[in-house]
């Protein structure tokens, strides 16, 4: 399994950035995705989830300004992070979700079995 995220970046507030992740070595259309951020000596937070089939959930932190999406076709998974703000700086990761999670279980990190790289976002003037 590998999972790539890019699309980090420097940006200002209220500015957006738009997050990528390819994966490869397993069935995607078969696995729901999430991204979710971790500062170094932190405790992951998940942002977005997103099912197999399409449907999302998205942290309250961050809902209405982010939105998960998918291409199957691609195996690619996006985060379209707008009106960010500087307590969106951090390190993103996008993961595989484990097999059997339930739709309100897709925002709890220890229902993550890959992940790949982060990509850092940073937010200041």
């Known amino acids: 399994v590998q999972l790539q995220a890019s699309g980090g970046g420097l940006v200002e507030p209220g500015g957006s950035l738009r997050l990528s992740c390819a994966a490869s070595?397993?069935?995607?259309?078969?696995?729901?995705m999430a991204w979710f951020r971790q500062a170094p000596g932190k405790e992951r937070e998940a942002v977005a989830f997103i099912k197999y089939s399409g449907g999302t959930n998205t942290a309250d932190s961050v809902k209405g300004r982010f939105t998960i999406s998918r291409d199957n076709a691609k195996a690619m998974v996006y985060l379209q992070m707008n009106n960010l703000k500087p307590e969106d700086t951090n390190i993103y990761f996008c993961?595989?979700?484990?097999?059997?999670?339930?739709?309100?279980?897709?925002?709890?990190?220890?229902?993550?079995?890959?992940w790949g790289q982060g990509t850092q976002v940073t937010v200041s003037s």
């Open positions: 070595g397993f069935t995607f259309r078969q696995y729901d």
């Open positions: 993961a595989r979700v484990m097999r059997g999670t339930i739709f309100s279980s897709g925002l709890r990190p220890e229902r993550y079995d890959y």
